[in-house]
């Protein structure tokens, strides 16, 4: 079939690439053709982010070669990639704020003329590009007042129309699109299919995948395990491959658990419009509920919502018997709901203090008497605690910012312990931090957290859950798909729930989806 | 952490009253009759009125923002009540406790209102306090066009009186170094000052941290303005009148003194004593410079010079200190291998 086609504009051969305790990518091969869609699909940590930042130049390999257009580097930088016509569209849409849109479109690319800008000739060709793909925007606005779908959208059509890219990589940039914009997606993804250039699809949603791609590469714990053409996958066998073998409830903890206590927290009905609705649960002292669900499920929201940093709109949470609606994370402290932020290091960590700071700052009122702080027993909580989450450093005197990722993030579960609260919400607590500090925060959650407590957690992969958590509540696009209770936890079935088979199932697939 | 270690990261932290130290020695040696006890009064005491609005600025930088109308409230909060008490309402409110009161209270509103801007209107602390200090300067030209003599003596007090009892030492000084003490403890050992500084170091966890951070920057404003109307009583009181130009040209000279007592622009990092050593600096240095009979306008320009050399000591402090902590990483590491 390769034999037909004309010469492929991208070959990665051989790459491998190690990172200290991880092997990210090992042995990858990875092709693809002019005027071709080649999707990429895998778990969390399987290695697509790795593959697409080797690719565009922000990763260099350990070993192995890239060739664009009959040329072969060992490893590129970001700005030679460029230059030879890889572009990408990251997963976080970064835009300049106060600059319209015809110049945010045309950033790094203004023309000009006899040295001034050819404003003229910008705003026609702005204007054009977003009436090619019927995206009703004025070019006049700033990007400020655009949708967070529309800001997505305009980096689309900057990496995809403007760079002229011959080889362009979507990282995930479906996860962010309204129903409206991912029909205008689609639209340019055709477009720069007819004029031959190769694009690199990133999703996690399998539908989406194989309506839109013409191959699929399948990536799993750092190595490729499948590269074929759409018409030979279904959505079982490529949930199969994706998932490997089905992880059925590991009991990496069950035996020594002590049965949950009483019922801690009632929810019912909870929502937030336009981002989750009619979500009901329940959770015991003593017991670690997951949530698991893909990017934009709702999972960090209904956790935001319950601490009060972004209150519900509707719907009732109750705490021990006590109903209660929290405004703001200070309510929420106050009877004792600690929320572990998702993004550890601008809403979870102060980075000019030591980590004893850190790890008191919310419970120094603990420690105090009428407003004074008693800094004799702050300084032992403080030490107990970082003697409990085995911070790697040699002194609480150190500064937090001085720490490992991993580390970083015991610090910040620490600190919500420190406070002793009777519910845990732990979002992500495993992002981004390395095999050994992943086990040793798991252990934490499952050993100290749950002993006293009740924990809810969310997790970019369902590994976590799998491993410690009592019972896994999925979500589809905000809303409650299934609960499984331990006994049966099943990997693919839960994998396929968060990609909404179960759920259309269910309700006899009247879910409109965005793309 | 060994002894040793724990010793040198103190030096460093200190390291404002290591160059006052310095500093002091070398004049001592230098400048004639610079050590004698009436000079070193003398600094002090000169030194009070820059000391209070050095810790107003260097309190609102803690939290992470800046307040460009101290120098104005200064001038404005003792302005606009004595010419009340001795103008407008000399009956009611001639009293001279109430007009204490009543000044310190002004300069509190005042930074209530730049905290309420900032904290819930979402304004530019920068630009809402530029425009405080340009209408309050304007004001005080207008209310104030010739100064208001003699103060009551109560009123002048603090600024200007000696205490027989302490050596004959101006009040001002034992007043300054109290309030020192005052916000030490408070940032040290209280509730709110740890919140307080955990808010500068960064507001997004703090807030999900459960702080109340909004309150928190009000809070910062409200104490910055009472330090000012502070400051504004301690300079009336020195000259014994009020008058339009008071404590004009001296908000930026506070920024001076807080960076050189280590507080970090940024906020979160900074300590009472070392922002009174930053004001002590300035002073001794405006002064050494003065008994060496050097222009009060190259003095100035050798006050910026000092400026400069403060950012580069605590470029030098910052990438020391994580040598430090390096080095001794690696000795743990050598340990546990041997």
Same mark, same amino acid.
């Not at chain 1, 990172?19 to 697509?48: C, M, Q, S, W």
């Not at chain 1, 409206?180 to 999703?203: T, W």
């Not at chain 1, 909580?381 to 720490?403: G, K, P």
């Not at chain 1, 993030?409 to 981004?432: A, F, H, N, S, W």
């Given at each position: 079939?390769?034999?037909?086609?004309?010469?492929?504009?991208?070959?990665?051969?051989?790459?491998?690439?190690?990172? !200290?305790?991880?092997?990210?990518?090992?042995?990858?091969?990875?092709?693809?053709?002019?005027?071709?869609?080649?999707?990429?699909?895998?778990?969390?940590?399987?290695?697509?982010?790795?593959?697409?930042?080797?690719?565009?130049?922000?990763?260099?390999?350990?070993?192995?070669?890239?060739?664009?257009?009959?040329?072969?580097?060992?490893?590129?930088?970001?700005?030679?990639?460029?230059?030879?016509?890889?572009?990408?569209?990251?997963?976080?849409?970064?835009?300049?704020?106060?600059? !319209?849109?015809?110049?945010?479109?045309?950033?790094?690319?203004?023309?000009?003329?006899?040295?001034?800008?050819?404003?003229?000739?910008?705003?026609?060709?702005?204007?054009?590009?977003?009436?090619?793909?019927?995206?009703?925007?004025?070019?006049?606005?700033?990007?400020?007042?655009?949708?967070?779908?529309?800001?997505?959208?305009?980096?689309?059509?900057?990496?995809?129309?403007?760079?002229?890219?011959?080889?362009?990589?979507?990282?995930?940039?479906?996860?962010?699109?309204?129903?409206?914009?991912?029909?205008?997606?689609?639209?340019?993804?055709?477009?720069?299919?007819?004029?031959?250039?190769?694009?690199?699809?990133?999703?996690?949603?399998?539908?989406?995948?194989?309506?839109?791609?013409?191959?699929?590469?399948?990536?799993?714990?750092?190595?490729?395990?499948?590269?074929?053409?759409?018409?030979?996958?279904?959505?079982?066998?490529?949930?199969?491959?994706?998932?490997?073998?089905?992880?059925?409830?590991?009991?990496?903890?069950?035996?020594?658990?002590?049965?949950?206590?009483?019922?801690?927290?009632?929810?019912?009905?909870?929502?937030?419009?336009?981002?989750?609705?009619?979500?009901?649960?329940?959770?015991?002292?003593?017991?670690?509920?997951?949530?698991?669900?893909?990017?934009?499920?709702?999972?960090?929201?209904?956790?935001?919502?319950?601490?009060?940093?972004?209150?519900?709109?509707?719907?009732?949470?109750?705490?021990?018997?006590?109903?209660?609606?929290?405004?703001?994370?200070?309510?929420?402290?106050?009877?004792?709901?600690?929320?572990?932020?998702?993004?550890?290091?601008?809403?979870?960590?102060?980075?000019?203090?030591?980590?004893?700071?850190?790890?008191?700052?919310?419970?120094?009122?603990?420690?105090?008497?009428?407003?004074?702080?008693?800094?004799?027993?702050?300084?032992?909580?403080?030490?107990?605690?970082?003697?409990?989450?085995?911070?790697?450093?040699?002194?609480?005197?150190?500064?937090?910012?001085?720490?490992?990722?991993?580390?970083?993030?015991?610090?910040?579960?620490?600190?919500?312990?420190?406070?002793? !609260?009777?519910?845990?919400?732990?979002?992500?607590?495993?992002?981004?931090?390395?095999?050994?500090?992943?086990?040793?925060?798991?252990?934490?959650?499952?050993?100290?957290?749950?002993?006293?407590?009740?924990?809810?957690?969310?997790?970019?992969?369902?590994?976590?859950?799998?491993?410690?958590?009592?019972?896994?509540?999925?979500?589809?696009?905000?809303?409650?798909?299934?609960?499984?209770?331990?006994?049966?936890?099943?990997?693919?079935?839960?994998?396929?729930?968060?990609?909404?088979?179960?759920?259309?199932?269910?309700?006899?697939?009247?879910?409109?989806?965005?793309? | 952490?060994?002894?040793?270690?724990?010793?040198?990261?103190?030096?460093?932290?200190?390291?404002?009253?290591?160059?006052?130290?310095?500093?002091?020695?070398?004049?001592?040696?230098?400048?004639?009759?610079?050590?004698?006890?009436?000079?070193?009064?003398?600094?002090?005491?000169?030194?009070?009125?820059?000391?209070?609005?050095?810790?107003?600025?260097?309190?609102?930088?803690?939290?992470?923002?800046?307040?460009?109308?101290?120098?104005?409230?200064?001038?404005?909060?003792?302005?606009?009540?004595?010419?009340?008490?001795?103008?407008?309402?000399?009956?009611?409110?001639?009293? !001279?406790?109430?007009?204490?009161?009543?000044?310190?209270?002004?300069?509190?509103?005042?930074?209530?209102?730049?905290?309420?801007?900032?904290?819930?209107?979402?304004?530019?602390?920068?630009?809402?306090?530029?425009?405080?200090?340009?209408?309050?300067?304007?004001?005080?030209?207008?209310?104030?066009?010739?100064?208001?003599?003699?103060?009551?003596?109560?009123?002048?007090?603090?600024?200007?009186?000696?205490?027989?009892?302490?050596?004959?030492?101006?009040?001002?000084?034992?007043?300054?170094?109290?309030?020192?003490?005052?916000?030490?403890?408070?940032?040290?050992?209280?509730?709110?000052?740890?919140?307080?500084?955990?808010?500068?170091?960064?507001?997004?966890?703090?807030?999900?941290?459960?702080?109340?951070?909004?309150?928190?920057?009000?809070?910062?404003?409200?104490?910055?303005?009472?330090?000012?109307?502070?400051?504004?009583?301690?300079?009336?009181?020195?000259?014994?009148?009020?008058?339009?130009?008071?404590?004009?040209?001296?908000?930026?000279?506070?920024?001076?003194?807080?960076?050189?007592?280590?507080?970090?622009?940024?906020?979160?990092?900074?300590?009472?004593?070392?922002?009174?050593?930053?004001?002590?600096?300035?002073?001794?240095?405006?002064?050494?410079?003065?008994?060496?009979?050097?222009?009060?306008?190259?003095?100035?320009?050798?006050?910026?010079?000092?400026?400069?050399?403060?950012?580069?000591?605590?470029?030098?402090?910052?990438?020391?200190?994580?040598?430090?902590?390096?080095?001794?990483?690696?000795?743990?590491?050598?340990?546990?291998?041997?």
């Amino acid at each position: 079939m390769e034999g037909i086609r004309s010469a492929s504009v991208l070959l990665l051969d051989g790459i491998t690439k190690i990172y !200290p305790g991880t092997v990210a990518l090992e042995d990858v091969r990875f092709e693809a053709f002019p005027g071709e869609v080649h999707g990429l699909i895998g778990k969390n940590g399987a290695g697509k982010s790795t593959l697409v930042g080797i690719l565009s130049g922000l990763i260099e390999p350990t070993a192995g070669s890239i060739t664009l257009n009959g040329h072969s580097f060992h490893s590129l930088r970001r700005s030679l990639a460029k230059k030879l016509g890889v572009a990408i569209v990251p997963q976080e849409p970064e835009i300049v704020l106060d600059l !319209p849109v015809a110049e945010n479109l045309f950033l790094g690319e203004l023309e000009n003329s006899g040295g001034f800008v050819a404003w003229k000739r910008i705003r026609r060709d702005a204007r054009n590009i977003l009436g090619r793909f019927g995206l009703d925007i004025s070019i006049d606005l700033m990007a400020r007042d655009l949708s967070l779908s529309e800001r997505q959208l305009l980096l689309i059509l900057k990496a995809c129309v403007v760079e002229d890219a011959n080889v362009v990589v979507l990282d995930e940039s479906s996860a962010s699109l309204s129903s409206k914009d991912g029909i205008i997606l689609r639209r340019i993804v055709e477009d720069l299919k007819s004029s031959g250039k190769a694009v690199i699809y990133i999703s996690h949603h399998i539908d989406e995948l194989l309506e839109v791609c013409d191959r699929l590469t399948v990536l799993r714990d750092g190595r490729v395990v499948e590269t074929r053409s759409r018409e030979l996958f279904d959505h079982h066998t490529l949930s199969e491959l994706i998932v490997g073998e089905s992880l059925v409830s590991s009991v990496s903890h069950k035996p020594d658990t002590p049965p949950p206590g009483e019922r801690l927290l009632e929810v019912d009905a909870l929502a937030r419009w336009g981002l989750f609705e009619g979500i009901s649960f329940s959770l015991r002292r003593g017991e670690i509920l997951g949530i698991a669900g893909l990017r934009g499920s709702g999972r960090t929201e209904i956790l935001k919502a319950l601490s009060g940093i972004e209150p519900a709109d509707a719907g009732s949470i109750s705490l021990k018997g006590k109903a209660l609606f929290f405004r703001s994370p200070s309510e929420a402290l106050r009877e004792g709901v600690a929320y572990l932020p998702e993004d550890r290091e601008s809403e979870g960590l102060v980075k000019v203090f030591s980590i004893g700071d850190n790890l008191l700052l919310n419970s120094i009122s603990k420690f105090s008497n009428r407003g004074f702080v008693s800094w004799a027993d702050a300084r032992r909580r403080a030490s107990e605690v970082f003697s409990d989450v085995q911070i790697h450093a040699f002194s609480m005197e150190q500064n937090v910012d001085e720490l490992s990722g991993g580390n970083k993030q015991k610090v910040v579960i620490g600190r919500i312990m420190t406070k002793e !609260p009777d519910i845990y919400l732990l979002d992500e607590p495993t992002r981004g931090v390395d095999v050994g500090a992943k086990h040793s925060i798991l252990s934490i959650v499952n050993g100290p957290l749950r002993a006293g407590a009740g924990v809810i957690l969310t997790s970019p992969g369902l590994d976590d859950l799998l491993d410690i958590c009592d019972r896994i509540m999925v979500l589809y696009r905000g809303m409650f798909v299934r609960e499984y209770s331990r006994e049966e936890f099943d990997e693919k079935n839960i994998f396929m729930d968060m990609q909404g088979f179960g759920f259309q199932k269910q309700r006899g697939g009247g879910v409109c989806r965005a793309v | 952490m060994s002894g040793g270690l724990r010793f040198k990261l103190a030096l460093l932290d200190n390291i404002i009253w290591l160059m006052l130290l310095l500093f002091f020695g070398v004049c001592a040696i230098g400048v004639p009759a610079f050590a004698s006890w009436n000079n070193i009064v003398n600094i002090l005491y000169h030194t009070t009125i820059m000391s209070m609005l050095v810790l107003a600025q260097g309190f609102v930088l803690l939290s992470g923002n800046l307040d460009l109308s101290i120098d104005a409230v200064l001038a404005f909060a003792p302005g606009v009540v004595i010419l009340a008490s001795t103008k407008w309402f000399p009956g009611m409110l001639g009293n !001279p406790y109430l007009a204490i009161f009543l000044t310190l209270l002004a300069g509190g509103l005042l930074g209530f209102f730049n905290g309420f801007c900032v904290s819930r209107l979402g304004m530019n602390a920068f630009m809402q306090t530029l425009s405080l200090s340009i209408i309050l300067r304007g004001l005080v030209l207008f209310l104030i066009p010739l100064s208001i003599f003699p103060l009551h003596p109560v009123y002048s007090f603090i600024g200007k009186a000696r205490l027989a009892s302490l050596g004959n030492i101006p009040a001002a000084i034992p007043v300054t170094f109290c309030i020192y003490l005052l916000f030490h403890i408070l940032l040290k050992y209280t509730v709110f000052g740890r919140n307080y500084l955990a808010t500068g170091g960064n507001a997004r966890a703090s807030y999900v941290a459960g702080i109340d951070t909004r309150r928190m920057i009000i809070a910062g404003f409200v104490i910055a303005g009472i330090l000012s109307a502070v400051a504004g009583m301690l300079t009336a009181g020195r000259q014994d009148s009020v008058s339009n130009t008071m404590g004009s040209g001296m908000t930026l000279l506070a920024f001076a003194g807080a960076l050189l007592g280590g507080t970090a622009m940024g906020g979160g990092k900074g300590s009472a004593f070392g922002m009174l050593g930053g004001a002590i600096l300035l002073g001794m240095f405006s002064n050494a410079l003065n008994l060496l009979g050097v222009k009060v306008t190259l003095i100035h320009a050798a006050q910026g010079a000092l400026i400069f050399l403060a950012i580069l000591v605590d470029r030098f402090r910052v990438s020391l200190r994580a040598r430090l902590l390096r080095n001794e990483q690696l000795q743990k590491l050598h340990h546990t291998k041997g």
